[in-house]
């Protein structure tokens, strides 16, 4: 491969980690694209790509990017905790949770969040090391931020209680899945309320958009 194609690959990747990280994910994922269109066999690219994805709620096309990735990543054990998504079958950690969340009498929408939300998490977190020695920690994890993100009355020591961890380690997971998710309150991902208080904020900084655009029109 030519040099040139290399470097404007590494540019591209860098331009879509830039858009990714300030959450404009349609840049993101055209320049991933062109990142992969220069350099097909570089495994990062094709990951970044369905990381992109799976950020922007397409989780078909992080799938599909997600298998072609598979057919360059060289690093087996990383490879194979890749695979594992692809498997119909509940993993140890959507077990618990979904177990757990029933006993404390969160809905089937919330569970089913928790599901998407721990998808996105084992994308998102690329080539990192992922250990899961006590799935109940990220089961409970998923479970407190589900309710944190949807304002439920539910405290963390009643978590850590109904899961039967630390709570200590529990908030130390939690930490890691707002970081790596760039959660927020009422998050659109994952909130199953019917009015999300986020639209009024939308709403508000319009409105503020269009009076400063008058404001300055009539200066």
Not at 61 to 85: F, N, P, S
Not at 176 to 197: H, Q, S, W
Request: no cysteine.
């Amino acid at each position: 491969m030519a040099k040139k194609d290399q470097a404007r690959a590494r540019a591209q990747n860098e331009s879509g980690l830039a858009s990714y990280q300030a959450w404009d994910m349609a840049d993101a994922i055209s320049a991933f694209s062109k990142a992969i269109d220069a350099d097909e066999k570089n495994p990062e690219y094709r990951l970044n790509l369905a990381r992109a994805y799976a950020r922007n709620g397409d989780f078909d096309h992080a799938m599909h990017a997600l298998g072609e990735y598979l057919q360059t990543e060289t690093k087996q054990d990383i490879a194979a905790r890749y695979e594992k998504l692809f498997s119909t079958a509940l993993d140890p950690v959507e077990e618990i949770m979904i177990a757990t969340m029933r006993e404390i009498g969160m809905s089937m929408q919330e569970t089913g969040k928790g599901i998407q939300m721990w998808l996105e998490y084992r994308i998102t977190v690329g080539r990192r090391p992922l250990r899961i020695p006590k799935p109940k920690l990220w089961a409970a994890a998923l479970t407190y931020a589900i309710s944190k993100v949807n304002f439920a009355e539910t405290k963390r020591k009643d978590i850590a209680t109904a899961f039967d961890i630390n709570e200590k380690s529990l908030k130390e997971k939690y930490d890691e899945l707002v970081e790596t998710l760039d959660i927020m309150p009422a998050d659109y991902r994952y909130f199953t309320g019917e009015k999300n208080p986020l639209d009024k904020l939308v709403e508000a900084a319009q409105l503020l958009e269009n009076l400063d655009e008058k404001f300055k029109a009539d200066e």
